[in-house]
């Protein structure tokens, strides 16, 4: 893993989100988990190298945030926004978060499979979240304190997790550094919200949910992407274009690649994302 900071450890090389710990001087607190299985055991080991996990927080309910949980039962509690907890796992989803898992062992971890449990074994303990809130949440750990902050946007239990002792902050999802941004079933007014709360912080060190350990300034740059998509769309709108259309001319598919391992969702990335601006946009809701 990737050493931050000399407390701090990431992963930015996997596909999925960059699963995270920080030793502290009572143990270790681990931010977000690996989807793929043999990942989250060697993560769980390089954690317990370090001292007894005392917590696990989860930065949002996307499946390659949470589904390695499975594989930490028994350190210490998961705690999470109650959004991630009421959505966490839902069998209603679409795709399947449970197959969207499955469908990365064959090209990504094929060793995965021996410990992959069956669909039925997995939602018995998938270990959710047993401690929730609703705003903001601090926690004492040792010598360091995790801000957990609420920065709804890409997903509703957003949020970000600030440790002022590093100097750092785990952003998840709200950045996508050097990545293309999924922001489809999004709320672009908020998430333009969570990015000022975020620049608000005294930080050297953002890691976000996807993409290379960056600054604080790359939140400018996030910022002006969801514009350009928003104004793109509303371009399209504004010529008459149908959404058939904008899906057909509107793409930013050249401008950042799509993280580790999921090249092939360039296309539905792109398509996602203009149908759900376009909606927003002639139906008067909030973007």
Not at 138 to 166: N, S, Y
Request: proline share 6%; aromatic share 10%.
């Amino acid at each position: 893993m990737q050493q931050v900071t000399p407390r701090v450890y990431t992963d930015t090389t996997q596909r999925g989100c960059n699963p995270s710990f920080v030793v502290t001087s009572d143990g270790v607190v681990v931010i977000d988990t690996p989807q793929l299985p043999t990942k989250a055991v060697a993560m769980r080991r390089a954690a317990e190298a370090h001292g007894p996990i005392r917590y696990l927080i989860n930065t949002e309910h996307h499946v390659d945030h949470i589904f390695g949980n499975y594989y930490f039962r028994g350190a210490g509690p998961v705690i999470a926004h109650v959004e991630v907890a009421r959505n966490f796992m839902l069998h209603s989803q679409h795709p399947s978060p449970y197959s969207y898992a499955r469908e990365a062992l064959p090209t990504h971890d094929p060793e995965g499979e021996a410990i992959f449990p069956d669909e039925e074994t997995y939602y018995q303990d998938p270990n959710r979240p047993s401690i929730t809130f609703t705003q903001d949440l601090t926690l004492e750990v040792g010598e360091h304190t995790f801000e957990l902050l609420f920065t709804p946007g890409h997903t509703v239990g957003q949020i970000a997790v600030h440790v002022p002792e590093e100097r750092v902050v785990f952003t998840g999802d709200t950045i996508f550094c050097e990545c293309q941004t999924w922001l489809y079933v999004s709320s672009v007014e908020q998430w333009l919200a969570a990015l000022e709360r975020i620049r608000s912080l005294d930080v050297d060190h953002v890691v976000p949910g996807h993409g290379p350990v960056t600054t604080k300034a790359y939140a400018d740059v996030q910022r002006a992407f969801l514009l350009e998509w928003v104004a793109a769309v509303a371009v399209g709108v504004a010529k008459g274009w149908s959404k058939d259309e904008c899906i057909a001319r509107i793409s930013f598919a050249d401008r950042f690649p799509v993280d580790i391992g999921q090249e092939y969702m360039m296309d539905h990335i792109q398509r996602e994302n203009v149908s759900s601006l376009y909606d927003k946009l002639t139906t008067g809701a909030r973007l």
